[in-house]
């Protein structure tokens, strides 16, 4: 479970040339990394649907940055390692939230498709009994290449039997994004930040996403839009009928659990009530009912059909 998004290019050794990269990551421990946790908002009932869990390196860690860090446990082979170090924080921080708040938490396939890895997250649950599966949401980032063979699908269905949440992250950054949703079947889709930047200026963009709600609802999954930094975003959102979100604008990561302030529970809810104002967002912008109608009597996939209800 990772805190950042793996992108092209990242994967480059370190540029400290005082120790060697392999010996900086062999003396990890859990007191070099600490975690931050950034809302994810339900924007139905201007409520808090959970966190996601980011990680921060300390100084004594060695690391500049969580960038540097998880570069460097990708380049080294010890991907799965960090991800247990913070799985098992998080497991601990959770206790202290309500059953019905979830924590999602950051993989790369790497990890997610060891054969391994549904025993060890089964196990961290086991250790924590006040943790329910349901709070869980693994979310598995965003991969350069092929999706590793056979391993994220068997733990996937494994982990789903067993009451685990899958999100699939960055979703509409590009075909590669479409092409790892068909393959990982989740049950959330986090749209990308590029998706969602000025959004409230841009008609294609306002349309795509229509789609992809409609896409969502036709699945039986949850879509959540990442980046939202900007009140006009949050609005327009809101107007499409999305139901979660999380960004800057909403709230900035902290090292603790934050509740929503009451200017934002107040936005969201004044949002909510213009929702059916006939002046949307501009005569550019199709109607739902008239994107969706002739995909009206389309049913979901069977195995995609267990999503529990928020």
């Known amino acids: 479970m990772l805190n950042?998004?793996?992108?092209?290019?990242?994967h480059e050794d370190s540029h400290d040339k005082g120790v060697p990269s392999s010996g900086r990551f062999a003396n990890m421990r859990d007191e070099l990394i600490d975690l931050a946790f950034q809302p994810i908002v339900n924007l139905e009932s201007a409520s808090m649907l959970g966190y996601e869990v980011l990680v921060r390196p300390t100084p004594e860690s060695g690391f500049q940055n969580p960038g540097e860090l998880i570069s460097e446990a990708v380049r080294c082979g010890r991907a799965r390692e960090l991800d247990q170090i913070i799985r098992r924080k998080a497991m601990k921080?959770?206790?202290?939230?309500?059953?019905?708040?979830?924590?999602?938490?950051?993989?790369?396939?790497?990890?997610?498709?060891?054969?391994?890895?549904?025993?060890?997250?089964?196990?961290?649950?086991?250790?924590?009994?006040?943790?329910?599966?349901?709070?869980?949401?693994?979310?598995?980032?965003?991969?350069?290449?092929?999706?590793?063979?056979n391993g994220v699908d068997a733990n996937t269905l494994k982990l789903r039997e067993n009451g685990v949440q899958?999100?699939?992250?960055?979703?509409?950054?590009?075909?590669?994004?479409?092409?790892?949703?068909?393959?990982?079947?989740?049950?959330?889709?986090?749209?990308?930040?590029?998706?969602i930047s000025h959004i409230d200026t841009d008609g294609l963009k306002?349309?795509?996403?229509?789609?992809?709600?409609?896409?969502?609802?036709?699945?039986?999954l949850r879509l959540i839009a990442e980046g939202v930094e900007r009140?006009?975003?949050?609005?327009?959102?809101?107007?499409?009928?999305?139901?979660?979100?999380?960004?800057?604008?909403?709230?900035?990561?902290?090292?603790?659990?934050?509740?929503?302030?009451?200017?934002?529970?107040?936005?969201?809810?004044?949002?909510?009530?213009?929702?059916?104002s006939p002046a949307l967002l501009g005569p550019?912008?199709?109607?739902?009912?008239?994107?969706?109608?002739?995909?009206?009597?389309?049913?979901?996939?069977?195995?995609?059909?267990?999503?529990?209800?928020?």
């Not at 060891?114 to 349901?134: A, C, G, K, M, Q």
């Not at 912008?285 to 109608?293: G, Q, S, T």
Request: charged share 25%; net charge negative.
């Open 284 to 310: 550019s912008v199709l109607r739902i009912e008239e994107l969706a109608e002739p995909v009206l009597n389309l049913e979901a996939p069977e195995h995609w059909a267990t999503l529990r209800d928020a």
């Open 166 to 195: 899958i999100a699939l992250d960055d979703v509409g950054a590009g075909i590669n994004g479409l092409n790892q949703l068909m393959a990982v079947r989740p049950d959330w889709i986090k749209l990308d930040r590029m998706l």
């Open 4 to 10: 950042c998004k793996i992108k092209r290019g990242i």
């Open 93 to 149: 921080a959770i206790e202290r939230l309500p059953r019905s708040q979830r924590l999602f938490l950051n993989n790369l396939p790497q990890s997610f498709a060891h054969p391994d890895f549904v025993r060890e997250v089964l196990e961290d649950l086991t250790e924590h009994p006040n943790v329910s599966s349901e709070q869980i949401v693994l979310e598995l980032t965003e991969w350069v290449g092929e999706l590793p063979e």
């Open 231 to 276: 009140r006009e975003e949050l609005e327009t959102l809101i107007q499409l009928g999305v139901s979660h979100a999380q960004g800057y604008f909403l709230a900035r990561p902290a090292a603790d659990f934050v509740e929503l302030s009451n200017d934002l529970i107040e936005l969201i809810r004044g949002s909510r009530r213009r929702r059916e």
């Open 206 to 220: 306002q349309n795509l996403v229509r789609v992809l709600l409609r896409f969502a609802q036709l699945s039986h």
